[in-house]
Nanobody, 113 residues
Framework: QVQLVESGGGLVQPGGSLRLSCAAS????????MGWYRQVPGKQRELVAT???????NYADSVKGRFTISRDNAKKAVDLQMNSLNAEDTAVYYC???????WGQGTRVTVSS
């Protein structure tokens, strides 16, 4: 059974930082591309970032230069470092494997003063 468990969400002020983490189980982690998506209520889910098996990364234009995705194959974990957060980053963030075959339950990020 594949499980992706996110952590690290919360409330942060504009300009602040958060680091999301995702622990994976039930997959041979090193063989899977991983990703982070986000969704605002009433809107479609949006790709935030992906990282390939080899470590190549891809980012949405809206987060380039502010967010960094990384993976630790030994820990079976993928992180998303988010800097310079603004209100438009407020969403539920989902960890994915595949990078969209399997989804976690999501962690909420709220950027507000």
């Amino acid at each position: 059974q594949v499980q992706l468990v996110e952590s690290g969400g919360g409330l942060v002020q504009p300009g602040g930082s958060l680091r999301l983490s995702c622990a994976a189980s039930g997959i041979v982690f090193s063989l899977w591309a991983m990703g982070w998506y986000r969704q605002v209520p009433g809107k479609q889910r949006e790709l935030v970032a992906t990282i390939s098996r080899s470590g190549s990364t891809n980012y949405a234009d809206s987060v380039k230069g502010r967010f960094t995705i990384s993976r630790d194959n030994a820990k079976k974990a993928v992180d998303l470092q988010m800097n310079s957060l603004n209100a438009e980053d407020t969403a539920v963030y989902y960890c994915t494997a595949g990078p969209s075959d399997y989804w976690g339950q999501g962690t909420r990020v709220t950027v507000s003063s």
